[in-house]
């Protein structure tokens, strides 16, 4: 059985993946800094019949990524997915602020690369799928330092494909744009009052021209194909799925 190992597993989209690439005969092995999350993604696997295991870790920690690694004997499959959100503009983005997204959503991903591609090389390759996002390359209002991030994903992602390609890894990124997550209900929560959201839910989903976000699921289809043996010819890739939003608006 080929091993997969996601980021983030207990939430979203990473949820939807790990459970998608359970359905693919895959073991699972999440790395989560929620481990009761992870737990419940898990449970969800194995009353399905898949298999699954927690590994506890803060990505953005540099001893916590390496000792969690460090329990994962081989890995086929590598999913960057652990993210965080940040609202604002270059004005109201604190040094703190900066620091802290750059902690998970850059040098977070670089930690799990780092620890993880000596195992995939010695396997023999493997294929690394990162969770980028439209902010990765379009100019989106508000998004400063998540944006920052999200560039420095697809750039990591090239940088892993074009190093790693005679060693069997293939690297790809998916760009999602609003996917319905936590992660928007939180962001609903922390700037809006209860009589604002479902006029601001409203908003966000029409900001898609297809009308709607997009689900966990639609991602972890994308990301179980590129995960796949019919991939085998696609690396250094980035993939919109964002409901129209690069192209059509
Ligand atoms: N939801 C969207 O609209 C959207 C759009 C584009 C890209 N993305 C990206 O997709 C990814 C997943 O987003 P989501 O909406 O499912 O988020 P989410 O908040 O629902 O889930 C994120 C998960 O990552 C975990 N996590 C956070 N910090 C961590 C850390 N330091 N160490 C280990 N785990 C950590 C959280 O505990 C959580 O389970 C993120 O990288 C996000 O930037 C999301």
Redesign the pocket.
């Known amino acids: 059985m080929s091993t997969a190992v996601i980021?983030?597993a207990?939430?979203?989209?990473?949820r939807a993946i790990a459970i998608e690439l359970a359905t693919h005969d895959h073991e699972v092995v999440i790395?989560?800094?929620?481990e009761a999350?992870g737990e419940e993604t898990a449970a969800a696997i194995g009353e399905a019949g898949g298999t699954a295991r927690v590994v506890s870790?803060?990505?953005?920690n540099t001893e916590s990524t390496e000792a969690a690694f460090s329990q994962i004997e081989s890995i086929d499959i590598l999913v960057n997915?652990?993210?965080?959100?940040a609202v604002g503009n270059v004005e109201s983005c604190t040094p703190e602020e900066l620091d802290h997204i750059y902690s998970?959503?850059v040098k977070?991903m670089y930690h799990c690369l780092h620890f993880a591609i000596p195992i995939m090389v010695k396997g023999g390759g493997g294929s690394v799928i990162n969770?980028a996002?439209v902010a990765s390359y379009l100019g989106l209002q508000d998004r400063f330092a998540y944006s920052m991030s999200k560039g420095a994903v697809l750039s990591m992602t090239m940088s892993i494909a074009r190093d790693y390609i005679d060693q069997g890894i293939r690297c790809n990124c998916v760009c999602?744009?609003?996917?319905h997550?936590?992660?928007?209900d939180g962001y609903l929560e922390k700037n809006y009052s209860e009589e604002e959201r479902p006029q601001m839910f409203k908003a966000l989903s029409e900001w898609q021209p297809i009308g709607r976000m997009g689900t966990?699921e639609e991602i972890a289809g994308m990301v179980t194909y590129l995960s796949s043996k019919q991939a085998a010819f696609i690396t250094g890739s980035a993939f919109e799925i964002d409901g129209g939003v690069t192209n059509l608006r």
């Open positions: 980021t983030g207990g939430s979203g989209i990473g790395i989560e800094i929620d999350a870790c803060d990505i953005s997915n652990a993210g965080i959100a998970v959503n977070g969770l996002s999602p744009a609003r996917v997550t936590p992660f928007v966990p």
